[in-house]
């Protein structure tokens, strides 16, 4: 029941349903879900929408983004969690800027839902970025790494 597949099913469950919460429980392994859907005022949700949004302007990614995303390789994250550069409180991390890194060698642990999972580097490089603080809460595909592959 660990699968991150499984887990990823649950939330998208919950996400696009009625369903409030969920609660499972297997062994040690204790999942709970829980959603808090907002409410729109008496406004329908277009009039809502224009007003709110008619001020915003949406701007492109900046040039240095776009720029380091062709020059090097990202790591993204592949779920929802926190992220941690280090395997406990206290050790060293696992990579440093400029570290040299292989296939299969873990970055970083992102804990969701109590689960800790090591993100392992798919490409042999140097480390070029760091782009998460120690115990930031990241994204959904939110870039981690950027690795140099031509060392």
Known sequence: MKDKDFIKELINLVKNSNIKSIKIEEGDLKIHIETHKLQ??????????????????????????????????????????????????????????????????????????????????????RIEKILVENGETVEYGQPLFLIDTNV
């Open 40 to 125: 729109l005022p008496e406004k329908s949700q277009e009039t809502q929408s224009k007003e709110e949004f008619k001020h915003l302007e949406i701007l492109p990614p900046s040039e240095d983004v776009q720029e380091d995303e062709k020059r090097y390789h990202v790591i993204k994250s592949p779920l929802v969690g926190t992220f941690y550069r280090s395997p406990a409180p206290g050790a060293p991390p696992f990579v440093e800027v400029g570290d040299i890194v292989s296939p299969g060698q873990v970055l970083c642990i992102i804990e969701a839902l109590k689960v800790m999972n090591e993100i392992e580097s798919d490409v042999r490089g």
